[in-house]
């Protein structure tokens, strides 16, 4: 991956050299560091994983939060950064008593 050194938007291979989509800047190709890249082409997909047999206590951890569906006040919890890496994580609650799905974000 090449970052353009104008405007630092991700830049893509035409030929011999990387261009810019966003200001159209160029630059040419260095193939002795292309070498150290990784491309996400060349991975194999993932196995889907079955958790049907896995039983909900043994799936992460739960802390105590109500329902806004059903009122219980247990819930499974994950934290995932779906926004910038500047802002807060995002918390995803899963209900253990009627598996209700809900988020909390800081505003």
Excluded: L
């Excluded at 090449?2 to 966003?22: A, H, L, P, Q, R």
């Excluded at 997909?45 to 569906?69: A, K, L, N, R, Y």
């Excluded at 219980?72 to 919890?77: E, F, G, P």
């Amino acid at each position: 991956m090449e970052f353009c050194d104008e405007c630092g938007s991700m830049m893509k291979t035409d030929g011999d050299v990387w261009v810019c989509n966003n200001c159209g800047n160029e630059a040419d190709r260095d193939t002795a560091d292309e070498a150290h890249m990784t491309s996400t082409a060349a991975r194999e997909e993932s196995e889907v994983v079955d958790m049907s047999d896995v039983d909900d206590s043994e799936i992460g951890p739960t802390t105590t939060v109500i329902c806004p569906e059903c009122g219980h006040d247990r819930a499974r919890y994950e934290m995932k950064q779906i926004r910038s890496a500047d802002e807060s994580e995002t918390r995803f609650f899963t209900c253990t008593d009627c598996g209700h799905k809900w988020r909390e974000d800081d505003h």
